[in-house]
Nanobody, 121 residues
Framework: QVQLVESGGGLVQPGGSLRLSCAAS????????MAWYRQAPEKQRELVAT???????NYADSVKGRFTISRDNAKKTMYLQMNSLRPEDTADYYC???????????????WGQGTLVTVSS
């Protein structure tokens, strides 16, 4: 019914940059808060950054000053600009959103399938 699809992952050297995208599709009334999570091997999934519909942002301490979350409501797309990447940023990155669907108006928590970011020389 509603899907989130991440893209932009790949292999990058330490100090490099990547931009991730998360595009929503389906029958959607609105998208509320969106977030990026990541999960490294044998680790718990952790919150990276959040952004409200109006653009208020929060970041994990580990990425402050290096990552920037943004969204384009017209395109129903969220982005994560990642600069100064470190090996410890290596993880599967997932997008998450609260999505309002048409009547009877349910709010769904939707996850993308993940995209792999590998930071290595």
């Amino acid at each position: 019914q509603v899907q989130l699809v991440e893209s932009g992952g790949g292999l990058v050297q330490p100090g490099g940059s990547l931009r991730l995208s998360c595009a929503a599709s389906g029958t959607i009334v609105s998208i509320n808060t969106m977030a990026w999570y990541r999960q490294a091997p044998e680790k718990q999934r952790e919150l990276v950054a959040t952004i409200t519909r109006n653009g208020s942002t929060n970041y994990a301490d580990s990425v402050k000053g290096r990552f920037t979350i943004s969204r384009d409501n017209a395109k129903k797309t969220m982005y994560l600009q990642m600069n100064s990447l470190r090996p410890e940023d290596t993880a599967d990155y997932y997008c998450n959103a609260g999505v309002l669907i048409p009547a009877p108006y349910r709010l769904l928590e939707v996850w993308g399938q993940g995209t792999l970011v590998t930071v290595s020389s």
